[in-house]
């Protein structure tokens, strides 16, 4: 199950072996401990809360624990005599586990420079904690509000019965993923001169593997689709902002252009008001396209000085939690594009099937080494049942 271009499909070798060990990557991870033995970190089948630098906890948006799954050491030994079934790379083991680290670390820190939109969603709700391999498709259901309550005096009035309607729901959970290789003779050449490995391919990876969810979660690039609408009540597919079918839409947004900051300011208020007018009440995450950044920082009125810069009375707006520019929200494809996020899981979340990492296998008998940098990083934009949700996109008219 791999998307690079919006296409879900079940195919490939590293997806057959995948199948093979139960789709835990730590099998695709073999190193050399600091005994030299080979080894893999596999799932225990135990889930543990992410802790921060200080030891405590890490919570989502509601308050429940953020888990991964545990791991732990094992000798490559020890699975070939227990008959468990196991990858054809680990009769290959190179890497050593410090070299393991470095490369995750390249991995994260280069797609992390890309993901402004996915970083404030994943900050705000994230929901994993989950073996995303397994399962290639997230249900949930939409389900109306229907009744309403009566008030008397002695409480025997019959109020209306409830009798809400659900609709089941489908997110595919594509894999997105870049592929490079290291010629073994590269990497014995760098042990042996005792110099660390080059690490621009790898950086290169995550970028990319970066730049894809980001696109996807603006809605820049068309996310993956699976299947047809026939088990679900909408079209499985993966939406973001700029295209999900039932966001809200104002064409008639102020144009900025540096002298006009009171303009602005109205119809962002009127944004914001057919926003509540769905009963969206925010606080509201706002994104900008690049044509308008350079705008925000110019006075809000040239006769009123102290009135400071036309950003810091956006952000003066209650509803207005933030206000970001998006390298892929660009003015050729979007221009004067401004979309408003509720960031509230109702509207958006951030799906983590799988974290950012790297897997190997070998070919060509051993001389080259194949890596595949992926996550299972999927935006969840949606609206309740009657077709309400807190995104507006406003564009000029």
């Not at 019965?161 to 290291?182: E, K, R």
């Not at 252009?257 to 925010?282: F, H, K, M, R």
């Amino acid at each position: 199950m791999f998307v690079t271009n919006g296409a879900l499909s079940l195919r490939g070798e590293v997806n057959d072996q995948m199948r093979e060990i139960g789709y835990d990557p730590g099998f695709m991870r073999p190193y050399f401990n600091e005994k030299g033995i080979p080894c893999v970190d596999l799932r225990t089948g135990n889930k543990i809360p992410y802790k921060d630098d200080k030891g405590a906890v890490v919570t989502n948006s509601v308050g429940d624990p953020v888990t991964y799954y545990e791991t732990e050491q094992v000798r490559v030994s020890d699975i070939m005599a227990s008959g468990r079934p196991m990858s054809p790379v680990m009769n290959a083991t190179t890497l050593r586990k410090d070299e393991w680290i470095l490369l995750d670390n390249v991995v994260r820190q280069a797609a992390r420079k890309r993901l402004k939109a996915w970083s404030d969603l994943a900050a705000a709700n994230t929901f994993g904690g989950f073996d995303g391999m397994a399962n290639p498709i997230l249900e949930w259901e939409k389900v109306s509000d229907p009744g309403s309550a009566v008030q008397d005096m002695d409480g025997m009035g019959e109020a209306p019965n409830f009798n809400p309607v659900f609709s089941l729901q489908g997110l595919p959970l594509p894999i997105t993923h870049a592929d490079f290789f290291l010629p073994e003779r590269f990497l014995a050449a760098s042990r042996n001169k005792g110099i660390p490995a080059d690490t621009s391919r790898i950086a290169f990876a995550g970028r990319r593997v970066g730049e894809l969810v980001e696109q996807v979660t603006i809605g820049a690039v068309a996310g993956a689709q699976y299947g047809d609408s026939t088990s679900y009540g909408d079209t499985s597919k993966v939406y973001g902002y700029l295209n999900h079918p039932d966001r809200i839409s104002k064409t008639n947004m102020t144009q900025p252009d540096g002298t006009n900051g009171p303009a602005v300011l109205t119809s962002w208020l009127a944004a914001i008001e057919s926003l509540s007018d769905a009963n969206q009440y925010g606080p509201f995450m706002v994104y900008v396209s690049k044509d308008q950044q350079k705008y925000l920082n110019n006075l809000f009125s040239t006769t009123e000085p102290s009135a400071g810069t036309l950003r810091s009375k956006l952000l003066e707006i209650e509803e207005v939690k933030g206000i970001q520019q998006l390298d892929y929200l660009t003015a050729a494809d979007n221009p004067y594009t401004t979309i408003f996020v509720q960031m509230e899981p109702e509207t958006a979340r951030a799906i983590n099937g799988m974290d950012i990492t790297t897997m190997q296998w070998t070919s060509m008998g051993g001389l080259r080494n194949n890596f595949k940098v992926m996550s299972i990083y999927v935006p969840q934009i949606r609206s309740d049942y009657n077709g309400n949700m807190g995104l507006l996109v406003g564009t000029v008219s």
